[in-house]
């Protein structure tokens, strides 16, 4: 029996492609399926749309001639794969083409004047801390329309077209007010993230209910750890991810769809309410507030070195903190803890979904070479290669069966494995309404060390939400599952 907002095991099946994770022929995952907003509401500025030819080695017309500009976010992937990889593919396709690599994390800081200013970069990894409002960017007519992208033959199979070889969450991701506009490049696993080999020798388990974590806080506090931290300072948004999914393991999908949807008092809901709540009591009594002055790097060296049990992350933790590991360090996985005997989900479910978006700037000086160059990345070479550097997976079917995981993510697959049906949705508010989900992480902050209640925080994200919901200005988009 499934409960509304969660998925079925043929529903799971059918969006992933049929395909199995890592062990199987391809690395198909999901993320919930989104619709776009509809009836009255603004539509969105008009995108540029590239008509694909007949040439398949050249479906967009590229201009040799033509510079190309790339943008990445240099954070836990870094931009190796970019600079090393998915450009030198570029120029081997282009033979004389230049290409201009620029990293950095300040995404919004940089970029943000020069799309005002119409000078856009070809080709933008949106991600990080300042990543950029892309409903808005969207709204003001700065993002490429992808469908050509997506409709365009595949580097690997002609007969096939690009749409055809990816994990189909990658489509329903794409679309922002009915237009495919982002590429959404890796899939990601976020729960609780631990050091298994610590586990291991002082023959600790991964805590299924809330009574055994508070246990083990107990346990953990005897051993001078913290039983669980998050970065305050640059990087709360985990711990908001962190309730939004202890909400839906609660009381089922169906919490975070609402809060997606604007639904009248979805944020004053009982099961999100019960997630908060059990999160400060967690930080009550085993929390430091010390981490809320940390950094993500900060914290994450704290965990390394044993002093923090556990850490609300996703996959990509593993490749971000690679050159510190020591040899007694493991990542391992951990689900959400049953918070109550009643809980819609049981324990296992995590959350799986797609993220790391690239966006073409359709008001770039090359967006054709924009969409070529995605379609690169979309390549089995270009994916597989992205695995090789980054240990963290894509979303193209297959290109990473034959690539040696890493413990943390052979951990990742086989709690996925075990979830099954299982999964909690990713929310969608956060690329939506960008204000809003700024605003959690400020508040997720004054919560958790204990400045306002859970009531409050509820009762102020609901204000927030209430306030762009009557916001004429901004897009209203909706989803059913």
Known sequence: ???????????????????????????????????????????????????????????????????????????????????????????????????????????????????????????????????????ALAGEGHLADLSALFDAPSIDDPAKKVRDTVTPAVLDNALINGKELVLNYTVSHRALWYNAKLFESMGWRAPRTWAEFAELGEKAKQENIVLFAYPGQKGP??????????????????????????????????????????????QTKFGDKAYFGLDHTQTQIKQIQNKVLFYPVG?????????????????????????????????????????????VGAKGKNPQGGLEYLRIMLSKEGARGFTEKTKNITVVNGAAADVDLPA????????????????ITEARFEGWYKELFDYGTEQINVVMAGRIT????????????????????VTKQTRSQ
């Open 237 to 282: 948004y985990y711990q908001l991810w962190n309730v939004l999914y202890t909400a839906a393991k609660i009381g089922g999908n169906q919490v975070i769809i609402d809060i997606d949807n604007l639904v009248d008092n979805a944020w004053n809901a009982e099961p999100m309410k019960q997630a908060v709540t059990s999160w400060v009591d967690i």
């Open 454 to 473: 859970p009531e409050k925080f509820c009762a102020n994200m609901q204000k927030k939400a209430d306030a762009v919901k009557k916001d004429d200005a």
């Open 408 to 423: 943390g993510l052979k951990s990742a697959a086989e709690a996925q494995d075990r979830a099954g049906q299982n999964v």
């Open 1 to 135: 029996m499934t409960h509304p907002g969660e998925i079925t095991r043929r529903q799971l099946l059918r969006r992933i492609g049929m395909t199995a994770f890592v062990a199987g022929p391809g690395a198909g995952l999901l993320s919930a399926c989104a619709t776009a907003g509809t009836g009255s509401e603004p539509a969105a500025a008009p995108t540029t749309s590239i008509p694909v030819s007949a040439d398949p080695k050249n479906p967009f017309g590229v201009d040799a001639k033509k510079p190309l500009e790339v943008v990445i976010f240099s954070g836990g992937y870094g931009d190796a794969y970019a600079k090393d990889l998915h450009e030198e593919l570029y120029k081997k396709a282009f033979p004389g083409v230049s290409v201009k690599h620029n990293a950095t994390q300040q995404i919004g800081t940089q970029l943000r004047p020069r799309f005002v200013g119409g000078d856009a970069p070809d080709v933008l990894n949106n991600s990080g801390p300042e990543s950029m409002d892309l409903a």
């Open 315 to 359: 996959s990509w933790i593993e490749n971000e903190m690679a050159k510190d590991l020591t040899m007694d360090f493991q990542y391992a996985i951990a689900p959400i803890p049953d918070v109550t005997a009643a809980d819609k989900m049981p324990y296992g479910a995590i959350q799986v979904g797609v993220g790391e978006n690239f966006v």
